[in-house]
């Protein structure tokens, strides 16, 4: 038996230890583009901040490596022929599987505006990205950001710890429109610009200037014009769909799977940023970018590979990320609409975040501690902490295990209502009768 | 986890030091070593939050080094059942 997974992200390796787990003679063979393997990618914005080195991104070492005694081509897959189950690899070679993994992750979306392709235009995909603004972060020099979501944040806050001036462009009016409340944004943009951040809101580039085939500016629809040394973009990801796409796999926004994580193929998968998950409870096949799910998934689906019939149940998305310097938990519902500097999906975000159904809002504090509930009927179906995190845990608890909240629900909404105490009171007594 | 332990994300050293360990929720960890990155003594820290272990290593000096960095809240002080019997 022969397993072939594509892509050595967190969703490939952890497809690994789940087949090794239970398959301990069948071959696996493991297949990346990426010339350093498996690393945290979100890592790479500690990276970019100095909290982290890059050797400290890679959280496996050889021994654990050789447990899970696989074989590692580094080697793009060019084509999948279903009907003779081979790969096509960039160096001519033919693979043959016998289960197949793909788990190629998502790419960040290009500018496409005239100028993209000039030295200092960058993203943060992989290492090599972060060691390219590494490279041209010097103190002193001038960077802009655009786009929006986690990354944008991630890019401005590792340029500010380097000494780069940072001009931060939305598009839209405001920061993470269809994730964050006004108020939650306000709070970020206030901390942007008290770390000296220039924002500047409704300013789209049309052009990306050059000299000698450098950045040196870019011009803006409205005519203006703003000098800088280098221009960072985060306005979204797309799944790494084309494999599937050619091979003629059933495909919507990323790899259509059921929550076998099978694609219309049954001997083959997909796990991570390029699956579009079905999910029993909602009928709904939704898209995320976060590190968890992709691990989850990629389990589940090594399991299915060795043919255990394991049902991945989608949790509910999380991700705590720092905005601003400004830690804030994300759970389950919380936003709805479109923003307008991102294109679909970003990093570390979930389509459900924007699925939210009929909820009222509760929300206490209004410094930079804050909470803010979407209080369903009986449960709560979503939470934003920022700033103290005391509530994160206990939150993602009563949201992820849905829990009746119908006790508290007129002291949630009460006008006034000190939702941290209505909370802490509810869990600990949750805690002590469960 | 005890009741005890639910908003006591950080812990005294002084409490922990003889009676805690440090627990992670592997949910809500992205692997960046940040935490292993700041261990003065090399533990694996984010091995541990990968499968999901406490940190019970005989080594652990429980400065809080790794709980006070990870940007996550992945890591907590838990007390041990010892401690919570005699302080109950
Ligand atoms: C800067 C940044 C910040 C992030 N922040 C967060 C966060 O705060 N929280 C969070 O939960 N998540 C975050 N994420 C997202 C998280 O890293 C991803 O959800 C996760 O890495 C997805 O894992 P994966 O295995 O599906 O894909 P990936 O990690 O993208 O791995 C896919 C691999 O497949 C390879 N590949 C693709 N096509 C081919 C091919 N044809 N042949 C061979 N190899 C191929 C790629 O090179 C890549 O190595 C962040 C990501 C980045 C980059």
């Given at each position: 038996m022969r397993y072939a997974i594509i892509g050595t992200g967190v969703a490939g390796i952890s497809a690994v230890e789940a087949i090794r787990g239970v398959d301990r003679s069948g071959e696996i063979v493991m297949l990346g583009d990426d010339p350093h393997g498996y690393y945290s990618r979100p890592g790479l914005a500690y990276l970019l901040t100095g909290e982290v080195q890059d050797k400290s991104l890679f959280p496996k070492t050889r021994e654990e490596y050789a447990k899970l005694n696989f074989v590692y081509k580094k080697n793009r897959v060019l084509e999948i022929d279903r009907t003779a189950k081979t790969l096509q690899l960039d160096d001519r070679s033919l693979l043959s599987y016998d289960k197949l993994l793909i788990a190629t992750g998502a790419f960040a979306i290009p500018l496409t505006v005239p100028g993209a392709n000039l030295q200092g235009v960058m993203k943060l995909d992989h290492l090599e990205d972060a060691r390219g603004i590494l490279k041209h972060a010097k103190r002193g020099r001038t960077a802009i950001v655009v786009g929006g979501g986690i990354t944008a944040l991630e890019l401005t806050e590792g340029l500010l710890a380097r000494g780069v001036h940072v001009h931060y462009l939305l598009r839209g009016t405001r920061y993470w429109s269809n994730v964050l409340d006004e108020h939650e944004s306000r709070i970020v943009e206030g901390r942007l610009q008290a770390e000296g951040v220039t924002l500047h809101f409704r300013s789209e580039v049309q052009?990306?200037?050059?000299?000698s085939g450098k950045v040196i500016g870019v011009r803006l629809l409205d005519g203006r014009t703003m000098k800088c040394d280098m221009l960072a973009y985060a306005v979204g990801i797309k799944p790494r769909i084309d494999l599937a796409q050619s091979a003629d796999l059933a495909i919507d926004r990323g790899i259509l799977v059921n929550?076998?994580?099978?694609t219309n193929d049954p001997d083959v998968y997909a796990a991570g940023d390029v699956a579009q998950v079905y999910d029993p409870l909602t009928g709904r096949s939704v898209l995320d970018s976060l590190w968890s799910p992709a691990r989850e998934q990629g389990y589940a689906a090594g399991l299915n590979m060795v043919g255990k019939h394991k049902p991945y149940i989608k949790t509910v998305p999380l991700n705590v990320t720092r905005l601003a310097g400004l830690t804030t938990t994300i759970i389950g519902a919380v936003g709805n609409g479109r923003d307008e500097d991102l294109v679909g999906i970003a990093r570390g975000d979930s389509e459900t975040w924007r699925q939210l159904p009929d909820a009222i809002v509760a929300q206490s504090g209004f410094d930079i501690n804050r909470?803010?509930?979407?209080?369903?009927?009986?449960?709560?179906?979503?939470?934003?902490?920022?700033?103290?995190?005391?509530?994160?845990?206990?939150?993602?608890?009563?949201?992820?295990?849905?829990?009746?909240?119908?006790?508290?629900r007129d002291g949630?909404?009460?006008?006034?209502?000190?939702?941290?105490?209505?909370?802490v009171d509810f869990w600990l007594h949750h805690l002590v009768t469960s | 986890m005890s009741i005890l332990n639910v908003f006591k994300t950080n812990a005294s050293r002084r409490t922990t030091a003889s009676v805690g360990y440090v627990v992670p929720d592997s949910y809500r960890c992205v692997q960046c070593g940040i935490c292993n990155y700041n261990c003065p003594i090399n533990i694996d820290v984010r091995g541990h939050a990968w499968r999901g272990e406490p940190v019970k290593h005989s080594e652990c000096l429980t400065c809080g080094e790794c709980v006070a960095r990870c940007p996550r809240g992945v890591l907590r002080f838990e007390l041990t059942d010892l401690f919570i019997e005699s302080a109950s």
């Open positions: 052009e990306i200037l050059g000299r929550e076998y994580l099978q909470v803010r509930l979407l209080v369903g009927e009986n449960h709560l179906i979503g939470a934003v902490v920022m700033g103290d995190q005391k509530l994160s845990a206990p939150l993602q608890k009563i949201i992820a295990e849905k829990i009746n909240i119908s006790s508290i949630l909404l009460r006008k006034d209502a000190k939702i941290a105490d209505v909370i | -």
